[in-house]
Structures are given as structure tokens and as C-alpha cells.
């Protein structure tokens, strides 16, 4: 599901910089999985985990804070979308919400991530927001390519949380 950069509601709190209503676009993504909230997030809190169910993350590495398991403060680097962005967890309330603000060259966007039980599983909304002058260069071709591949990230996400990620 996506959605376009004026729409009014969203799951995730955006800084005041990020909003949709200033932004490039918004990419919305959800779905709802039988893994439980906390084996959603325990994947999410291991991005040197991403590559292995999310193909559109690679070489990703440490730069500052706790790691493997990501705490807020936590800094990191990787590539996506073939671009090497830089990222930061800025919102971190465990098992239900987590966001990062990421920079990139010419790009700077904030991904959010909400988390809600239901029915023995746990229904997962990703939001992100892109802005700057690169972004409003390929804004035509990345938007509806980030939806699709935000789409596999949830259903690799969806895949590996039935169970919990190895230990660190």
C-alpha cells in the first residue's frame, strides 16, 4: 500500500523536518504477520541482519553507539538504493515504535516503523519521507521503487520473525 506525500495521516511521528507535508514523498508500506511483535523486533533492532531477508541492504556497518542491537544513538552506514546512506535510531519504544533519520549526498529522510499485536501476530506500517535536491532529481523513479521494495523488506521481515534472530 502507498500512499502520496499529502496525505494528512501517517503512523509514524515525523520531526517537524520530515513531515510529509514538506517533503519530497512519502513511501507507506504494511503488513501483518503471525510472528510475534517481539521477534519483529529483535530483527529490526539487527541491521548488520538486513541483508539476510531484505536484498536492497548491503555492506552495512557500524559507525557509533551499541551494536549489533541498536539503541538510540546508534550510528550506521550502508548501502541502499544505490546509495551509501548514513543513519542514525532517533525513536526507540520497544516492540511498537522505532525510527531512524538518515543522510545520504543531495538526500535526507526519516523511516519509521510501528508495531501493533493482533491477532497472535503483529501488523507492521513503515513510513519514510525523502527530501533534497537529489531526491527531487529521481523523486519520478525512486518513490514507486521504494514502495516495492520497502513491500519486500516487510514480506522478508514477515518471513525470518516467526522466529527470533541469532544471538549477537
Known amino acids: 500500500m502507498s500512499v ?21 514523498f512519502l513511501a507507506r508500506n504494511e503488513i501483518t504477520t503471525e510472528a510475534p511483535p517481539e521477534n519483529v523486533w529483535a530483527w529490526l533492532m539487527r541491521p548488520d541482519l538486513w541483508p539476510s531477508y531484505y536484498s536492497n541492504s548491503r555492506l552495512v556497518r557500524q559507525i557509533d553507539g551499541p551494536w549489533p542491537e541498536i539503541e538510540l544513538g546508534s550510528r550506521w552506514r550502508w548501502l541502499t538504493f544505490g546509495a551509501l546512506i548514513t543513519t542514525e ?44 535536491w537529489g531526491i527531487a532529481l529521481v523523486k519520478p523513479a525512486l518513490r514507486p521503487l521504494m514502495v516495492r521494495f520497502h513491500q519486500r523488506w516487510l514480506e522478508g521481515l514477515a518471513r525470518v520473525a516467526v522466529d527470533p534472530p541469532p544471538s549477537p
Do not use: M, N, Y
Open 89 to 132: 535510531l532517533v525513536e526507540c519504544e520497544p516492540h511498537s515504535r522505532l525510527a531512524w533519520s538518515a543522510k545520504g549526498i543531495g538526500a535526507r529522510g526519516h523511516h519509521g516503523w510501528v508495531l501493533e499485536p493482533r491477532d497472535g501476530g503483529t501488523h507492521i506500517v513503515t513510513e519514510e519521507t525523502q527530501r533534497g
Open 4 to 24: 502520496g506525500a499529502a496525505q494528512a495521516e501517517t503512523a509514524v511521528r515525523f520531526p517537524e523536518e520530515h513531515r510529509p507535508e514538506v517533503s519530497s
